[in-house]
């Protein structure tokens, strides 16, 4: 019988592309798992990398190898979740959100989610990169930006409405924009990471309307704009789940209400398998029934 660790760490250098990242996850040495490769092209009696200073690809016999173990891989990585299916889930799950829906919605779903099961550890990441859900280790990515890999399945959640909105005292200040085309003469701020970020696009009595809208404060951060949007800065265009609490307490007020267009889908994604990890699908049905009705 082969050495299922030196398979695991087979699996995990095609993975990520890379020995020294391997190792690194791994908590091992580079020369270790350098080593223990091939050892186990020696077992086997033949290649399965081809190595070079900057490249690493499969040989046609590793590729083959390959996409035998990892599925034996996935079966082991769920069998202790597969066998006590009554007594709740056990492992780690990782999961990884953008910025703005991270810090707002998702800390506290995942929070729940660990209350419910305490045997499974909970690694919540938070950030503002694209991430590829195989090689990072991630078991689901909640994005709204399409991820173009073919190896990804996934799920939806909802669709993010999103609201023009700006603080009273600014509207006080500044008088109340009667239009959307008013806007190009209102201090609007501009999130960045909304591509186009500058044109905002209304529905008219005559069809469809794009105002491009501009101003002195730019961020990436939902969290920025939103804090700057509440201070009286300017007019934003901010998620329904960000300024839901500010508008009922009157701190924010909804401009052209139903007018705007602009909704961004929210999905879960997660890696195509067969044997899709009963802690995953359990994350993935959670998911879906905190956020039923809530994204609006």
């Not at 081809?50 to 996935?74: D, M, N, Q, W």
């Not at 491009?212 to 998620?239: E, K, M, T, W, Y």
Request: aromatic share 8%; net charge positive; glycine share 8%.
């Amino acid at each position: 019988m082969k050495n299922l660790n030196d398979i695991a760490i087979f699996a995990r250098v095609v993975e990520k592309k890379s020995f020294s990242t391997a190792a690194r996850e791994l908590g091992l040495s580079t020369s270790l798992v350098s080593k223990r490769i091939r050892a186990l092209e020696e077992e086997l009696k033949t290649q399965l990398l081809k190595r070079s200073t900057h490249f690493l690809s499969l040989t046609e016999a590793g590729a083959t190898f390959y996409e035998r173990c990892s599925s034996a891989l996935e079966l082991l990585d769920g069998a202790g979740d597969e066998i006590d299916r009554s007594g709740g889930l056990r492992g780690t799950v990782r999961i990884f959100a953008a910025l703005g829906f991270g810090e707002h919605v998702l800390w506290k779903i995942a929070s729940e989610f660990s209350a419910q099961y305490p045997e499974v550890s909970v690694r919540l990441e938070i950030g503002d990169r694209s991430t590829n859900v195989l090689e990072k280790g991630v078991d689901v990515a909640i994005r709204s930006a399409n991820l173009p890999d073919t190896s990804l399945e996934y799920r939806e959640l909802g669709a993010l409405r999103y609201h023009i909105c700006a603080a009273p005292r600014y509207l006080e200040r500044e008088g109340v924009p009667e239009s959307p085309e008013d806007l190009r003469r209102y201090n609007c701020l501009i999130h960045t990471a909304h591509k186009p970020a500058d044109r905002w696009r209304f529905a008219g009595p005559q069809g469809s309307l794009t105002v491009r809208v501009a101003g002195n404060f730019l961020s990436n951060s939902g969290i920025a704009i939103h804090g700057a949007c509440v201070d009286g800065l300017g007019i934003a265009r901010l998620p329904e789940y960000v300024v839901r609490d500010a508008v009922k307490s009157g701190r924010l007020q909804i401009l052209f209400p139903g007018r705007l267009r602009f909704e961004r889908n929210l999905k879960a994604f997660y890696s195509r398998t067969r044997h899709l990890p009963l802690k995953v699908s359990k994350l993935l049905d959670f998911l879906e029934s905190r956020l039923a009705g809530k994204l609006h």
